[in-house]
């Protein structure tokens, strides 16, 4: 058993859709290639590898889930048709946030007009795929010459 993907150590983005794969092979016949997914709060995801082919390469397509930052622990399994069972190859991979935040209803809006010594409100709404890691808003003001 040889882990093909993800590199271990590697870096990816959260909600990247990514391919786990494994290289298996066995003198007589494969019968069921899993992978451990082991997300960074704890929680284990089981998923079951579908063979490539006529090759010995095992691989599906996993969906790293956005709310999910941290390291990833893939351990990957295999069974042959004579019950024998391996599952002593796992890797890591880190998760990234890429994704900057969206900014909507900004005020004033674009192109709005005001007389000098007025009051007026500045105000933005911010939303991050991460809940809660939205660390500062500012405004940059630029004055009339």
Known sequence: MVP?????????DLGATIEIA???????AISIVTANITLPNGTVQEITLSQVGSTNK??????????????????YSANDTSSNYNSTES????????????????????????NTGQSIEIGITVIDNLAGNVSIAQANITLPN
Not at 22 to 28: L, M, V
Not at 58 to 75: C, D, F, H, R
Not at 96 to 109: E, F, H, K, L, S
């Open 4 to 12: 093909v993907n993800p590199i271990n150590d590697s870096t990816k």
């Open 58 to 75: 095992y691989n599906v397509s996993y969906t790293i889930p956005l709310a999910e930052l941290g390291t990833y622990t893939v351990t």
């Open 91 to 114: 890797i890591v991979f880190n998760t990234q946030d890429n994704q900057a935040p969206d900014v909507t209803n900004q005020i004033p809006t674009a192109g709005s007009s005001y």
């Open 22 to 28: 494994a290289n298996i092979s066995d003198n007589i």
